[in-house]
């Protein structure tokens, strides 16, 4: 009897909880017809399912006031949706992939992740952290992105870009004019740039400003030179799975041209000490006159040391592939997670990013280009920017960073940078460690390399 | 009886579930992904191949090295702070801000020390400012962009960060000894180094030893703060540590079996060192007990 009585009222308590427990959603639509029109539920934001899209991105760091954008974005999103809010984390760069990475194996974290172009997108595809969006995006929209097909591969779209980030070659002209050199016709041949940095040498300035302590422009430097014997980034696609050899002279070429500038005395000599960033502030601050630079870094330099101060030029040539004379530039971008349980809404959101008011107020917001036609181009008024905008959408070619195996990135051009500068390596044994770096990864990661091989067809 | 026999079992039984939670199951995890490899996107497992790819990378070699390199770094720390300790026991004038201001870098954070010693060794920083003004310049080296200097000026660091726990360890055990331990070799006429030598040293043997196993498992596992903040592994590879080398593999290069497999090594060979310093700990605990 007692246990009868037990077990009576353990039912009426289970009777009691489980309605308690239910899910919030299933309580709005019991209160909402009093509120909302029976002709239209579905509009009727109040009544959705309540949904929180997590965002991890960068960005801030090479395009200040993108935070503040995103936030406003966020809100204004809010607001039409008031279903759907939003948490957005703010990564370092030293946390974006490993941070991720981390999420990716427990196949938890964010909705929406930020991804630079290229492999660093890609890669993900091909461990299943990120879904193709090109169905969840209706199809005009693609028309007007930006630089797409760094995040295409096997017929599919993996993200959308964001923004552009490009590599001119930034001088002072004040400093060129100081040395005898005209600023309005800066260096457009590898000759050229030796015979100004001999000029500037002359007048005490340091011509070109860099710092590859931390590597990463020993990338940059390799995106920016290693280009120019070729038509392609496939060709560096591959010589990384081994249908081409990195010892072949027109891919050791830029080690050599690297090396020239070096002997010409066109760096700061204690390039080997500093981080890029430490390098960059040479230029800023008006210590030497060029700079391998970024342009979504221009609008924030402008303000330190005057756009007058700010000129901007190809790199000059040496080779005559078709690489040598375009514009390197990626678009920085999104992807969707595959454990997302809401890719749509995520999608939806990446496409309200790229409404012209929106593409607008990035542009106002950063002074950086979005990746999108849809820019009043009216607002661009500074030459610098305007310039910046013929290029990218005229003659913008690929970052080759993004088209190689980041082992290769790491162990060959960020340790043979540091080499060469050191004094520690020539170029045919720069050329031979890029070699034997990439031949490693094939060893190593026969997945991925299978997976490159594909995306280069 | 049979029920007494495993009761203690039953109480130390939540803790040693937390515990194989805790250390145990990523332990093991880490040894399976170790052994295994992604094909076609799906695991498989591959015995020690993993391990063997390590022994063919150059960079894994050369991490190695480096850390073995590392190693020499333990007996300068221990003999500085020994003798600093024994200076300070003296009670020189001012000892007590000496003994601070020695253990203050040791409460620096790793990050903070490796920025502020970026840019004392620029090729434009501080130290070859100072040694321009004073007329060395022939002595201004480019200390972390120079392949042969970068590991040596690390080390300087590692040393100058760890020394004041020595000292500290060692001074603490040095005011614990008995004062007449040293006046009994006095009055039997022993001089200055007589006296370090056959009381001081002798006193500290344990706390050396301790010491010494804890500054060898610094340098073998503990590093990578150092490396990442002043030389990021470089130049070309000069710094580049076995930890480091994990993080490089797990997350830049999507490797994680091959970053689990030298996880593993690293592991083991600390782990030699644990057990080495708990068996000499208990033997100090013997030795005072007795």
């Known amino acids: ?457 | 009886m049979q029920y007494r026999k495993h009761e203690p079992w039953l109480y130390l039984a939540p803790a040693l579930v937390m515990l194989l939670a805790v250390f145990g199951y990523p332990v093991v995890r880490l040894i399976i992904l170790s052994l295994q490899r992604p094909q076609g996107g799906v695991p498989i497992f591959v015995g020690l191949g993993n391990y063997q790819l390590l022994f063919r990378d150059d960079v894994f070699l050369q991490a190695v090295s480096n850390n073995l390199k590392l190693l020499l770094t333990v007996p300068v720390t221990v003999g500085l702070a020994l003798v600093l300790a024994v200076f300070l026991f003296e009670r020189i004038k001012g000892w007590r801000l000496y003994r601070m201001t020695l253990f203050l870098p040791y409460l620096l954070p790793i990050a903070a020390v490796g920025l502020v010693f970026s840019y004392i060794f620029q090729l434009s920083g501080v130290l070859n400012d100072f040694l321009n003004a004073v007329g060395a310049g022939a002595l201004a080296q480019d200390w972390l962009g120079s392949t042969s200097l970068a590991l040596p000026t690390v080390m300087f660091v590692i040393i100058w960060k760890e020394v004041g726990f020595g000292v500290v360890l060692f001074l603490a055990r040095l005011m614990s000894v008995e004062e007449e331990l040293f006046d009994a070799a006095r009055v039997d006429g022993a001089n200055w180094w007589q006296l370090q030598r056959h009381v001081t040293v002798p006193q500290l043997a344990t706390v050396i030893e301790f010491f010494t196993v804890i500054s060898i498992i610094t340098v073998l596992s503990w590093v990578f703060g150092y490396v990442f903040v002043m030389t990021s592994g470089g130049p070309g590879n000069a710094t580049m540590v076995t930890e480091l080398y994990v993080y490089l593999m797990g997350f830049r290069y999507n490797q994680m079996n091959l970053a689990a497999a030298v996880s593993v090594l690293l592991l083991l060979v600390t782990g030699v060192f644990i057990f080495l310093e708990l068996r000499l700990r208990e033997r100090s605990d013997l030795g005072l007990a007795s």
């Not at chain 1, 990626?330 to 749509?344: E, R």
Request: charged fraction near 20%; charge should be negative.
């Open chain 1, 1 to 457: 009897m007692r246990s009868t009585i037990r077990v009576l009222s353990l039912l009426a308590l289970l009777a009691l909880l489980i309605p308690a427990c239910a899910a919030p959603a299933t309580e709005v639509p019991a209160e909402a017809p009093a509120e909302a029109p029976a002709e239209a539920p579905a509009e009727a934001p109040a009544e959705a399912e309540p949904i929180k899209l997590t965002i991890w991105w960068w960005g801030e760091q090479e395009a200040p006031g993108a935070e503040a954008w995103l936030n406003e974005t966020m809100a204004l999103y809010t607001e039409a949706n008031p279903n759907i809010t939003f948490e957005a984390v703010l990564q370092s760069t030293d946390t974006l992939i490993p941070a991720f990475q981390s999420a990716a194996a427990a196949k938890e974290g964010p909705d929406i992740q930020y991804f630079w172009g290229g492999v660093w997108t890609i890669e993900n595809a091909w461990t299943d952290a990120i879904i193709p969006v090109d169905d969840l995006i209706p199809a005009d929209e693609w028309d007007h992105y930006l630089n797409v097909f760094e995040r295409q591969y096997d017929g599919k779209t993996w993200g959308v870009p964001w923004y552009m980030s490009g590599n001119p070659v930034v001088f002072n002209p004040e400093l060129f004019t100081q040395a005898g050199l005209d600023p309005n016709a800066p260096p457009a041949t590898w000759d050229e740039l030796l015979v100004a940095c001999d000029k500037l040498r002359a007048v005490d300035v340091v011509p070109i400003a860099g710092g590859v302590k931390d590597g990463w422009f020993g990338g940059w430097l390799f995106s920016i030179l290693a280009r120019q014997p070729h038509d392609s980034e496939k060709a560096f696609m591959q010589a990384s799975v081994g249908q081409a050899s990195y010892t072949e002279p027109k891919f050791t070429e830029w080690w050599g041209r690297l090396q020239e500038l070096k002997d010409r005395g066109c760096w700061n000599e204690d390039i080997g000490s500093l981080d890029y960033q430490q390098g960059q502030d040479l230029f800023v601050t008006g210590k030497a006159a060029m700079l391998f630079g970024n342009d979504t870094f221009l609008a924030g330099w402008a303000e330190t040391m005057g756009w007058d101060k700010i000129g901007l030029m190809l790199t000059p040539q040496y080779g005559s592939g078709e690489l040598a004379d375009d514009y390197i530039v990626t678009a920085q971008g999104w992807g969707i997670t595959s454990w997302s349980d809401y890719p749509q809404e995520a999608a939806d959101f990446l496409v309200f990013m790229h409404t012209p008011d929106r593409v607008n107020a990035w542009f106002e917001a950063t002074g950086v280009l979005p990746a999108d036609d849809r820019l009043d181009t009216s607002l661009i008024t500074q030459p610098q920017l305007q310039q910046v905008y013929e290029w990218d959408t005229t003659r913008g070619g690929p970052n080759l960073e993004n088209f190689i195996p980041s082992m290769m990135d790491e162990q060959a051009n960020f340790a043979g940078v540091q080499l060469l500068f050191a004094g520690d390596a020539t170029r045919e044994e720069l050329g031979q460690l890029t070699e034997d770096v990439n031949a490693k990864w094939r060893e190593q990661n026969p997945d991925a390399a299978a997976n490159f091989e594909n995306w280069i067809e």
